[in-house]
């Protein structure tokens, strides 16, 4: 079960001015479900993505990428579940570009103003005729106060539906930032995770967009894991209509760009969290933080080996404190000339190893006490330098096996 | 259940002129079961030795290291299971000194000149006094007849003892080799897996004795993975007792050193494989074999991305042919310029993908019916040089969760 996470209630997800949502049940894989999303954006909306860089990427993510490069304005964003339209070559491109095609001629643009984007099973054929045939439901469905059925949508192994917002003010102006994503297995961005959109009503230069998408991915999407699982189809996208009326964003110094920048990554780190809380099969919330590093780098290896490791994760699904596990994985992280003797290692509050072996006043009761807790703090000291990084992720239990032995059934 | 895996019968693994055996039952952790092993070499052996590259590497390990580094002749291999006697500081050290310190004592020979490996949980403190009381027994039982005795009392989750052995005519005389080894857990070996022991008595100089181990191990050890896990504790000892009355073997391009280092291959082989088939919760035996690759580096790379992806782990347990997620773990190994167009996958002997895509000729029954087995061979066809690499790993079962989750109760 999701780890202190509750599907937000539509009032929680505010409307942002310009965008507006339409869901529908396509039957692409399930029947009775919402599996298809439209997003239509204002004239003047400016957008930017950032995508998964699987080699093997998606036929939706590779016109993605077309189509945000062409320099048109994107006028919409298209989402099936059920179907993640990868490893389908050629014709899986055929299959993305048929749909783009469909909702531009009933939205009266050109093709390349919509963006597709598909989560599901890869390998198989994406059932375009359905996507097709769901469309007109999806904009029969078209308002703004519609973004919980948006994050419903988009849901595949997700138990709870995620979405965020915030509300700041810029330059004398109310300014919403929305949020929806979805998880949940699959889940190691080298990019961003699966799917997520944020909204702004603010107006933002194109070149400023593309700063905050990258700021907010590096603090949120970046930083997680649920099983170390690169997907074909991790795509991000940050919206800004430009409707709030405020002078339109382009200095990247300036305390606008900062205020909105915050907003924006507080809810991409929020969509993030959400995502590892609601990880298959997950019980636990674990925060590794890896301090006192030389550079980034070496603390995110460190920080990934520890949230990768499945003697690890085991042992938190059992609330077992095995920490000898932990000092393996810092080990075998690959920081070359790591002196352990000057690593410290803590749990929660507690402080469990120094000096190259367990501390002289760590108790197993006290290691216990943490381990029990549904959200726990390791906290990884390295002792040689300034840089730190976090990385999010969950424990690893008998559902996970249970979620991805069964997926196709 | 280990994967077409029994345990060899004491015939099968033959003595080694010059190694003596002897195994104790001395309650480090548990009782009624033996967890020590004493084995004793004829003056003149020669040993090579590689060790974990975990940089929390055990006590054991440091000493072993120094031991063999002394130059002084290896007498004795001590190894205790039950505890790692890793993450344990100077104590640590101190403890497994005192039991190589006791040994020597017994066999009258210098301290430096034993071996100490300890096998178990990670950070506590290694009950010394009980190693040393243990020894006396293993030293009335030594003898040369005792390697199945040996391989049993080295196991910790194993569930199956793990020996192998090879006779070869070598310059007119009749070789042995002989090994043992033990996994199960915390398997992805920098270097070699846990504890393995491999002994003849064929005369070997140093440098080739080096050579042969460092061939034998990238053949074997280097190539599997159970969870990608490094451990604290990886060592692979090779023993040349020369008790076998032929010449030396100096020369590294001759037949005799080819003939030998076929034969220590072979049987360092075995045991790795046999590691994998006993991987905790293992279901399947899977062989990964990535061809067509520039260097044999980027085939490893994909190699292990899929053998480490729990996701493809638990859809095998499941006998589950989703095969986009094995696309998934080509695309993100890190191979940043693969061309997708050029990959062939293939299951068994059925072409799954090719063209960035599922195979036209491709039918879900066939891979359903390779998937039901319980050794399958994945084959991923690069398209791009020549290099090839193999990687053995097994599934990923409900039981793995179990077993890890449990370990410490």
Same mark, same amino acid.
Request: aromatic share 4%.
């Given at each position: 079960?999701?780890?202190?996470?509750?599907?937000?209630?539509?009032?929680?997800?505010?409307?942002?001015?310009?965008?507006?949502?339409?869901?529908?049940?396509?039957?692409?894989?399930?029947?009775?479900?919402?599996?298809?999303?439209?997003?239509?954006?204002?004239?003047?909306?400016? *957008?930017?993505?950032?995508?998964?860089?699987?080699?093997?990427?998606?036929?939706?993510?590779?016109?993605?990428?077309?189509?945000?490069?062409?320099?048109?304005?994107?006028?919409?964003?298209?989402?099936?579940?059920?179907?993640? +339209?990868?490893?389908?070559?050629?014709?899986?491109?055929?299959?993305?570009?048929?749909?783009?095609?469909?909702?531009?001629?009933?939205?009266?643009?050109? =093709?390349?103003?919509?963006?597709?984007?598909?989560?599901?099973?890869?390998?198989?054929?994406?059932?375009?005729?359905?996507?097709?045939?769901?469309?007109?439901?999806?904009?029969?469905?078209?308002?703004?106060?519609?973004?919980?059925?948006?994050?419903?949508?988009?849901?595949?192994?997700?138990?709870?539906?995620?979405?965020?917002?915030?509300?700041?003010?810029?330059?004398?102006?109310?300014?919403?930032?929305?949020?929806? @994503?979805?998880? /949940?297995?699959?889940?190691?961005?080298?990019?961003?995770?699966?799917?997520?959109?944020?909204?702004?009503?603010?107006?933002?230069?194109?070149?400023?967009?593309?700063?905050?998408?990258?700021?907010?991915?590096?603090?949120?999407?970046?930083?997680?894991?649920?099983?170390?699982?690169? /997907?074909?189809?991790?795509?991000?996208?940050?919206?800004?209509?430009?409707?709030?009326?405020?002078?339109?964003?382009?200095?990247?110094?300036?305390?606008?760009?900062?205020?909105?920048?915050?907003?924006?990554?507080?809810?991409?780190?929020?969509? @993030?969290?959400?995502?590892?809380?609601?990880?298959?099969?997950?019980?636990?919330?674990?925060?590794?933080?890896?301090?006192?590093?030389?550079?980034?780098?070496?603390?995110?290896?460190?920080?990934?080996?520890?949230?990768?490791?499945?003697?690890?994760?085991?042992?938190?699904?059992?609330? =077992?404190?095995?920490?000898?596990?932990?000092?393996?994985?810092?080990?075998?992280?690959? *920081?070359?000339?790591? =002196?352990?003797?000057?690593?410290?290692?803590?749990?929660?509050?507690?402080?469990?190893?120094?000096?190259?072996?367990?501390?002289?006043?760590?108790?197993?009761?006290?290691?216990?006490?943490?381990?029990?807790?549904?959200?726990?703090?390791?906290?990884?000291?390295?002792?040689?330098?300034?840089?730190?990084?976090?990385?999010?992720?969950? =424990?690893?239990?008998?559902?996970?096996?249970?979620? +991805?032995?069964?997926?196709?059934?």
């Amino acid at each position: 079960m999701p780890v202190n996470l509750v599907s937000p209630s539509s009032h929680e997800l505010h409307p942002v001015k310009g965008v507006l949502l339409g869901v529908a049940e396509a039957n692409i894989r399930k029947p009775n479900r919402k599996d298809l999303l439209v997003m239509q954006l204002a004239a003047g909306s400016r *957008v930017a993505g950032v995508f998964t860089q699987n080699r093997f990427c998606a036929a939706p993510v590779v016109l993605c990428k077309e189509h945000l490069s062409s320099g048109d304005e994107i006028r919409a964003l298209l989402v099936n579940t059920g179907n993640a +339209n990868a490893g389908t070559g050629e014709d899986g491109l055929m299959r993305a570009r048929r749909s783009c095609e469909a909702l531009a001629g009933l939205l009266n643009c050109a =093709d390349s103003q919509v963006l597709p984007f598909s989560t599901g099973v890869i390998m198989e054929p994406l059932p375009v005729e359905r996507v097709v045939a769901g469309l007109p439901a999806c904009i029969a469905d078209l308002k703004e106060d519609n973004w919980l059925n948006a994050a419903q949508a988009i849901m595949t192994t997700d138990i709870v539906a995620k979405g965020a917002s915030r509300r700041v003010e810029i330059g004398g102006r109310a300014i919403t930032v929305t949020g929806i @994503a979805k998880g /949940s297995g699959m889940i190691h961005p080298n990019m961003a995770t699966m799917l997520g959109y944020i909204a702004t009503d603010a107006p933002v230069a194109q070149r400023a967009l593309e700063a905050m998408i990258h700021h907010a991915v590096n603090h949120s999407f970046n930083c997680i894991t649920v099983d170390g699982d690169t /997907s074909t189809n991790d795509s991000l996208i940050l919206i800004a209509t430009g409707q709030a009326g405020c002078a339109e964003i382009v200095d990247m110094h300036g305390a606008e760009y900062r205020a909105l920048q915050e907003a924006v990554t507080a809810v991409a780190m929020q969509l @993030a969290q959400a995502i590892v809380r609601d990880g298959e099969g997950a019980t636990k919330f674990m925060t590794i933080q890896v301090q006192g590093g030389r550079d980034q780098s070496e603390c995110r290896k460190i920080g990934y080996a520890i949230a990768h490791s499945p003697l690890i994760k085991t042992a938190f699904f059992a609330s =077992d404190p095995n920490l000898g596990r932990i000092l393996a994985a810092i080990g075998y992280a690959g *920081v070359a000339d790591l =002196d352990v003797n000057l690593v410290k290692l803590y749990l929660g509050d507690v402080l469990v190893a120094e000096n190259g072996g367990r501390a002289a006043s760590y108790q197993e009761a006290d290691g216990q006490r943490v381990m029990k807790e549904a959200e726990i703090t390791v906290r990884v000291v390295l002792g040689r330098g300034k840089a730190e990084s976090t990385v999010w992720t969950c =424990d690893f239990s008998y559902d996970y096996v249970k979620i +991805n032995a069964d997926y196709r059934t």
